[in-house]
């Protein structure tokens, strides 16, 4: 699977209605409907994506909107939540944390503390990780047992991709400090209530 077939699919996903599980049952079935090793493929290129959300800026952004309640599990399931966005909000992002606050998701969260938040509500979606896997499973009729295959074949294609640092670190050197828009919409004493 390529970068545009994957980023077209997590376009697609962003837009399309219906809870998360229902959304991600379409995933699931577009990637039922390729080979195995597009499975793979699609969670190499989502662990990559990943790995660029991981910046200091982001890591206050989203501390910020979730009240100081977010863990580092917590900040990988941000991460997913971000890249099935979609490209132009992820990017956005990327460059930018305080475009955050032009998020829909976010801005409807503005004014509760998280606490107050239904799951779907959460800008964190980890079940997104497992949904490569599960197709795996199902393709090569390995659902029980599957697990340790799917982690070989990712390692493998993850061996043949060339990602030099520089390329896995350039978000960080374009993100700009603050996030005045989402201080405004997430006042710190606001996140202090209890």
């Known amino acids: 699977m390529d970068e545009r077939t994957f ?7 962003s837009c399309r209605r219906g809870a998360r599980h229902e959304r991600l049952d379409w995933l699931r079935g577009e990637l039922r409907c390729r080979p195995a090793a597009e499975s793979v493929e699609f969670q190499a290129r989502l662990e990559v994506a990943c790995e660029a959300v991981a910046t200091d800026a982001l890591w206050r952004a989203v501390r910020r909107v979730e009240a100081g309640l977010c863990s580092d599990d917590g900040f990988d399931y941000f991460a997913l939540w971000l890249v099935a966005q ?26 509760r503390h998280p606490r ?5 509500e959460w800008p964190e979606w980890e079940e997104l990780d497992y949904v490569a896997q599960e197709v795996f ?10 697990l340790e295959a799917f982690y070989e074949a990712l390692d ?26 989402l201080d405004a919409l997430f006042p710190a004493e606001a996140g202090s209530r209890s």
């Open 116 to 120: 107050e938040w239904c799951g779907d």
């Open 86 to 111: 979609g490209q132009g909000t992820y990017k956005a992002v990327l460059a930018d944390s305080d475009a955050l606050a032009d998020v829909a998701e976010v801005r409807a969260l503005v004014g």
């Open 7 to 13: 980023w077209a699919l997590m376009d697609e996903l």
């Open 156 to 181: 493998a294609v993850q061996e043949t991709w060339a990602r030099p640092e520089a390329e896995i670190c350039l978000a960080e050197a374009t993100v700009r400090v603050g996030t005045p828009r």
């Open 137 to 146: 499973g199902e393709l090569t009729g390995r659902e029980d047992d599957g």
